[in-house]
């Protein structure tokens, strides 16, 4: 009944670690040696093994005979896209390798993809849905749909592709910045405060990564997983002064030029340093879109239901990065 995850000592791992452990299931969690482990090896039933994504043999000794897969695991940022390529595909073909030597109680592999995957909505904010062509603007969004296609071409193996929309929540470090700058009364945004997107909230992104695991769906099913709500910049920037208790005293709308011009230094620094870099001028092509996507049919093959609405969501963020100190 163990099942192996990658990437538990992220952001959404940790939660899938916590709702894993919380069921009682064992969790074997590959971890780096860099990597802050403090969290997970405080949850009972979990396992750390250390190895990287990029090392199949050392994953695929990790997989012996577990049930499940779920892979979390993989950049969010590069040096360039050969990078983003070589840890998300090369580390799902790695974890396909395990999976195909797990053994014959191997039940399921769940890939977390991206909402990048299948590009942005249409000027309206329609939701996109999962059987729309894929439309990556990113190397990274490029690199999860060649993770994708690795994985559904696997005919013999169980799989299911899940595409979390913009994931938030305890131990989130992206968008603890919205919080900074409400604390600071002054907030910064790109384009316009009615920009649609999806949203989830950690642990229910994590409930439906386990949903996913023993659900009675198709091999080569692919959902995407929001909160069931279509919300603007401005809902979510109420929702962070609610939050704070605070309002930002300014809100800055950042022209794209004047962002472009400085994702162009972001990314001339990242050269001189050869440092990886958030911003760049190809991440500019998703900031000032509309992100909704149709969760659906996750909510009604997986068995799930996200639980937890966005006021609720940044209250109990806030009040988690007050107590770590993060704010």
């Not at 990886?276 to 900031?287: D, G, H, P, S």
């Amino acid at each position: 009944m163990t099942i192996l995850l990658t990437g538990g000592s992220g952001f959404l791992g940790s939660h899938v670690a916590e709702q894993l452990s919380l069921a009682g299931r064992p969790v074997r969690a590959l971890v780096r040696k860099t990597s802050d482990t403090r969290f997970l090896a405080s949850l009972p039933g979990v396992e750390l093994v250390d190895a990287s994504i990029s090392d199949r043999e050392a994953i695929v000794r990790a997989a012996a005979g577990v049930t499940a897969i779920v892979h979390c695991a993989g950049l969010v940022k590069a040096r360039n896209e050969d990078e983003f390529h070589q840890v998300n595909l090369g580390g799902t073909e790695n974890v396909l390798a395990a999976a195909a030597a797990a053994g014959s109680g191997f039940r399921r592999l769940v890939l977390v993809s991206s909402q990048t995957v299948a590009g942005p909505s249409d000027p309206q904010g329609t939701p996109v849905s999962a059987d729309s062509p894929p439309r990556p603007l990113t190397a990274y969004g490029r690199s999860k749909r060649a993770a994708e296609r690795a994985v559904l071409q696997r005919d013999a193996l169980p799989v299911v592709v899940l595409r979390p929309a913009a994931i938030y929540g305890p131990r989130d470090r992206e968008i603890l910045a919205f919080f900074k700058a409400v604390n600071s009364r002054i907030l910064p945004y790109f384009g316009s405060t009615q920009h649609r997107l999806s949203i989830v909230h950690g642990a229910d992104a994590a409930a439906a990564c386990i949903a996913a695991i023993d659900a009675p769906v198709a091999s080569g099913s692919v959902y995407f997983i929001d909160d069931g709500a279509v919300h603007t910049m401005a809902d979510l920037f109420d929702a962070v002064e609610r939050a704070m208790g605070k309002k930002a005293w300014l809100r800055v709308p950042l022209p794209e030029a004047l962002v472009r011009a400085v994702a162009l230094g972001s990314e001339l620094y990242g050269k001189a340093t050869n440092q990886a870099q958030m911003l760049t001028r190809e991440k500019c092509n998703e900031l000032f879109r509309e992100w909704v996507c149709d969760g659906a049919p996750a909510r009604r093959d997986l068995g799930w239901a996200p639980k937890i609405e966005i006021r609720e969501g940044i209250r109990l963020t806030a009040a988690w990065y007050r107590e770590a100190g993060w704010l």
